[in-house]
Every structure is written in structure tokens, then in C-alpha cells.
């Protein structure tokens, strides 16, 4: 388009009439080529305005656009960000939640396994004394020992006599 505009605009008037214009054209032929040339020239020159403004409009749009779509990325990257922090807040809770119940099931376990001990130890104890009693006795009765200490462990005192006494 730069061409052809430049072919339009190198008619000048020529200085006189008769007179040969630059390009080698009759001064009064110029005159009438542009005068014939003028509409071409003005559309032209509205056709490239409408261009620019077309094109503007366009780069605007695509500008827009752009904006627009890097705006649908940041809320699209925010709501991935919040959507891994609270995968990672409930995954810590379940965990916490899970670590919660097996400390809990451990120590019922740990305080059923301590109150069966007590009870087998308190159901145990009577008998184990009745036993242990039964084997002192058994003892005594089997070494026909009497209930009196030895002498040896006796306090010093008046002393007995040992056997049946008379």
C-alpha cells in the first residue's frame, strides 16, 4: 500500500500550466490525475486507519485475553494450593485421629492386662499362703521340730530342760 501511495502522491500541480510535472507528465494532466486520484487516495487512507484501528482493537483483545487467562491460572493455582493444604490437614488429623485410637486401644489393653494380674495375684494370694503354711508345717512335722527356735536363736534366759520333763 506504501507503493501505491507513493505512485498517487509524486503528481505535484505543476509551477505552470503546460509545463511537465516531475514524473515527465503535463503540468494540466497532473492536476486532472489528481483530482481523479483524490478519492482513491482518501479511501486508502480511511482504509488504513480502519486497519489500525482493527489491529488496535485486536492487540487490545489479545491483551485482555491474556490477562483473563493468566487470572483463571492464579485462581486455578490457588485452589490447588488450597485443596493440597487441606489434603495435608486431613491426612495429619486422620494420622493424629489413627496414633489417638491405637494409643487409646493399647492402654485398655495394658490396664486389662494389669487388672487381670491384680486379680489372678488377689485370687492366688490365700491359696499361697494356705500353701506356704502347709509346707512350714509339713516341714516341722517332718524334722519333729517343735515351734520353739533353736537355741541358738534364742534370747539368753533361764533354760529348760529339752525333752519330756519330769
Known amino acids: 500500500m506504501t507503493g501505491f501511495r507513493d505512485f ?7 509551477a505552470s500550466p503546460g509545463r511537465a510535472a516531475p514524473s515527465g507528465v503535463p503540468a494540466d494532466r497532473s492536476a486532472e490525475l489528481r483530482a481523479e486520484l ?6 486508502l487512507e480511511q482504509t488504513e486507519a480502519e486497519a489500525r484501528s482493527v489491529r488496535e482493537r485486536a492487540d487490545a483483545a489479545a491483551v485482555s485475553r491474556r490477562r483473563e487467562a493468566e487470572g ?3 485462581t486455578i493455582v490457588a485452589a490447588a494450593r488450597e485443596e493440597a493444604r487441606q489434603v495435608r490437614a486431613r491426612t495429619t488429623e486422620q494420622v493424629l485421629r ?7 486401644a493399647l492402654l485398655a489393653e495394658t490396664e ?6 491384680r486379680d489372678r495375684a488377689r485370687s492366688r494370694t490365700p491359696a499361697l499362703v494356705d500353701r506356704v503354711l502347709a509346707l512350714v508345717l509339713e ?12 537355741e541358738s536363736h534364742r534370747a539368753p534366759g533361764p533354760a529348760r530342760p529339752r525333752g519330756g520333763g519330769s
Open 8 to 14: 498517487l502522491t509524486r503528481f505535484r500541480p505543476a
Open 38 to 43: 483524490a478519492p482513491p487516495l482518501g479511501l
Open 112 to 117: 486389662r492386662e494389669e487388672a487381670s494380674v
Open 139 to 150: 516341714d516341722f512335722a517332718a524334722d519333729e521340730a517343735s515351734i520353739v527356735p533353736p
Open 98 to 104: 489413627e496414633a489417638d485410637g491405637e494409643a487409646a
Open 72 to 74: 483463571q491460572a492464579e
